[in-house]
Antibody, heavy 116, light 110 residues
Framework: QVQLQQWGAGLLKPSETLSLTCAVHGGSFSGYYWIWIRQPPGKGLEWIGEINHTGITNYNPSLESRVTTSVDTSKNQLSLKLTSVTAADTAVYYC??????????WGQGTLVTVSS | QSALTQPRSVSGSPGQSVTISCTGTSSDVGGYNFVSWYQQHPGKAPQLMIYDVNKRPSGVPGRFSGSKSGNTASLTISGLQSEDEANYYCCSYAGTYTYVFGTGTTVIVL
């Protein structure tokens, strides 16, 4: 059974770079796309971007200028970087596997707070 | 890319049925049969309940069903149970390798 475990810095100052990693355990890494999704406190879900094992990416146009995703196939890990963060980037960030056009399973989520 | 529109909340008594709507446009919901639904309990990660409009993943109870008509998709919970109280989000493929989520609906079990 596939499980996703994620980690990264939880408190950032404005203008810093958000950096998160997601490790995939117990299943195939290749052959799937992997996605990052975020949820501001008390609000809905927002798709950030996706990447496959060869590094092909697709990003939300509203975040594309600040987002970079990467994969390390030797470790079955994917990473997210978001530059020049502001308070509006405060959210719980999730990684998930893309199956067709749906997302499952999901990581446990990482709360990232941007505050001076 | 605007969020899909969902009612803020729906409610029902145990055993009743509730339906959550998810309204988009011909560029997302209406254009593809790629609508999925996610259940999220407070403090937890979302969980897939329905994919490709009306398919249920293994392990999801049969009381959850999905449908679509035009630009509106729907999730129906039949035989409502207390553990169904949660937030629900729809999501649609929106073309050119992009996705859009719904605004979210809170299901309240009276």
């Amino acid at each position: 059974q596939v499980q996703l475990q994620q980690w990264g810095a939880g408190l950032l100052k404005p203008s810093e770079t958000l950096s998160l990693t997601c490790a995939v355990h117990g299943g195939s890494f290749s052959g799937y796309y992997w996605i990052w999704i975020r949820q501001p406190p008390g609000k809905g879900l927002e798709w950030i971007g996706e990447i496959n094992h060869t590094g092909i990416t697709n990003y939300n146009p509203s975040l594309e200028s600040r987002v970079t995703t990467s994969v390390d196939t030797s470790k079955n890990q994917l990473s997210l970087k978001l530059t020049s963060v502001t308070a509006a980037d405060t959210a719980v960030y999730y990684c998930a596997r893309v199956g067709g056009n749906w997302f499952a399973p999901w990581g446990q989520g990482t709360l990232v707070t941007v505050s001076s | 890319q605007s969020a899909l529109t969902q009612p803020r909340s729906v409610s029902g008594s145990p055993g009743q049925s509730v339906t959550i709507s998810c309204t988009g446009t011909s560029s997302d919901v209406g254009g593809y049969n790629f609508v999925s639904w996610y259940q999220q309990h407070p403090g937890k990660a979302p969980q897939l309940m329905i994919y490709d409009v009306n398919k249920r993943p293994s392990g999801v109870p049969g009381r959850f069903s999905g449908s679509k008509s035009g630009n509106t998709a729907s999730l129906t919970i039949s035989g409502l149970q207390s553990e169904d109280e949660a937030n629900y989000y729809c999501c649609s493929y929106a073309g050119t390798y992009t996705y859009v989520f719904g605004t979210g609906t809170t299901v309240i079990v009276l």
